[in-house]
């Protein structure tokens, strides 16, 4: 594996597996009041347009990670909708 | 624009954007209990590195939305470190 594309695993592991701590916090505490809804939603659409590009690409960084990342905003996104009144 | 560099530059949009609303958020409800300061520092080294990664590339979407969301992360990053207690 080239330097670079070493560069963007890290990258999307840091960034993808981020999203890990705070799903998990947001469970825990059972709360998401300070969690934007717009930041859930965009997020989890964002990162559906980068898989496509990376599929498109041909981008295996790109690819891996965010259809991790699809996964965990996701998860983010339910428990915004579960317990962020 | 080639289709899928259209596509990559919605993602980057939508992804990096998404930041703002929760950025914005913390600041006004001056608290971010809730935020995982793993997250917020991953983050933040993800998109370091997503940034190297993009210019060594030469992607355009990578390089010009990864250097948004630095700027945005690491505003988040103040809330939690400000308000996370």
């Known amino acids: 594996m080239a330097g ?5 695993f890290v990258g999307g592991a840091l960034t993808s597996l981020s999203l890990v701590p705070q799903a998990w916090r947001l469970f825990r505490l059972k709360s998401a009041r300070e969690i934007s809804l717009p930041f859930s939603s965009l997020l989890l ?3 559906a347009c ?4 990376g599929i498109s690409m041909g981008l295996m960084p790109v690819i891996v990670w965010n ?3 699809l996964v965990l905003s996701f998860t983010m996104l339910i428990a ?3 317990y962020g009144r």
Chains 1, 2 share one sequence.
């Open 80 to 82: 915004k909708l579960k």
């Open 67 to 69: 259809a991790v990342s």
């Open 50 to 53: 980068w898989l496509v590009y």
């Open 4 to 8: 670079n594309e070493i560069l963007g």
């Open 45 to 47: 659409a964002g990162i």
